[in-house]
T-cell receptor, first 115, second 111 residues
Framework: KNQVEQSPQSLIILEGKNCTLQCNYTVSPFSNLRWYKQDTGRGPVSLTIMTFSENTKSNGRYTATLDADTKQSSLHITASQLSDSASYIC??????????????FGRGTSLIVHP | DAGITQSPRHKVTETGTPVTLRCHQTENHRYMYWYRQDPGHGLRLIHYSYGVKDTDKGEVSDGYSVSRSKTEDFLLTLESATSSQTSVYFCATTGVLYGYTFGSGTRLTVV
C-alpha cells in the first residue's frame, strides 16, 4: 500500500528561524513529489514539484530536496515569517496504467511561527 | 484558487437529509476530485472523475455519489447525511504541469 509519512506532526518556531520538515514515502511507481502549503480555512496551494531526476527545487524561502534512493524529501524554510504559519502537506504521485496521476497524501506538518 | 469555485462555502444540515456540494472549474481540466479533510486523517479521496459521465470511487466513497454532466461541473451528493460526514470538503483538478489545484473548501456540519 502506498504511504506518505510526515514528521514532525507539529512544530513551533520563532520568527526569523529556519526549520526543516520531513517526508518519507513508499509509493510505486514514483511519478513526482509535491509540497503544498495550506493556510487555515483555505485549500492547499502548491509550493514545489519534483520528479525523479530532480534533487532540489526552490521557491523563494522554501527549498525542497528529494532523495529518490532513500525515498525521502525535506522542505526547508529559511528566515521564517509569521505568514509561514500553516500546514505543510507532502503529496507523492504514482502513474496508473491509464496515465492518470494517483496521489497519496501525507497528513501534514502544522507549523506555528511565533513573533 | 483561481479556476475552481466551490459552493456553498459553509452548510449546516440535519441528519438524514440529502446534500449536494458543487465544484466548478474554468480550466477545462479532464480530471476532477472530491476530498474530505478531517483532523488526524489528512486529505482522503471520495470520488474522482476522468471525463464527462466518467467517475470512479476513492477510498472513502460509502454514502457519497457524484455526477459530472459537463466538463466544468462536478457534483458531490450525500444521499442521507450522517454526523460522520461532518467535515471539510475540497474539490480539486489536476494538470500535468501545475499539479493539483484545490478549491477553497466547503465546511459541512451535520447535526
Amino acid at each position: 500500500k502506498n504511504q506518505v509519512e510526515q514528521s514532525p506532526q507539529s512544530l513551533i518556531i520563532l520568527e526569523g528561524k529556519n526549520c526543516t520538515l520531513q517526508c518519507n514515502y513508499t509509493v510505486s511507481p514514483f511519478s513526482n513529489l509535491r509540497w503544498y502549503k495550506q493556510d487555515t480555512g483555505r485549500g492547499p496551494v502548491s509550493l514545489t514539484i519534483m520528479t525523479f531526476s530532480e534533487n532540489t527545487k526552490s521557491n523563494g524561502r522554501y527549498t525542497a530536496t528529494l532523495d529518490a534512493d532513500t525515498k525521502q524529501s525535506s522542505l526547508h524554510i529559511t528566515a521564517s515569517q509569521l505568514s509561514d504559519s500553516a500546514s505543510y502537506i507532502c503529496v507523492v504521485s504514482s502513474t496508473s496504467s491509464g496515465g492518470s496521476y494517483i496521489p497519496t497524501f501525507g497528513r501534514g506538518t502544522s507549523l506555528i511561527v511565533h513573533p | 484558487d483561481a479556476g475552481i469555485t466551490q459552493s456553498p462555502r459553509h452548510k449546516v444540515t440535519e441528519t438524514g437529509t440529502p446534500v449536494t456540494l458543487r465544484c466548478h472549474q474554468t480550466e477545462n481540466h479532464r480530471y476532477m476530485y472530491w476530498y474530505r479533510q478531517d483532523p488526524g486523517h489528512g486529505l482522503r479521496l471520495i470520488h474522482y472523475s476522468y471525463g464527462v459521465k466518467d467517475t470512479d470511487k476513492g477510498e472513502v466513497s460509502d454514502g457519497y455519489s457524484v455526477s459530472r454532466s459537463k466538463t466544468e461541473d462536478f457534483l458531490l451528493t450525500l444521499e442521507s447525511a450522517t454526523s460522520s460526514q461532518t467535515s471539510v470538503y475540497f474539490c480539486a483538478t489536476t494538470g500535468v504541469l501545475y499539479g493539483y489545484t484545490f478549491g477553497s473548501g466547503t465546511r459541512l456540519t451535520v447535526v
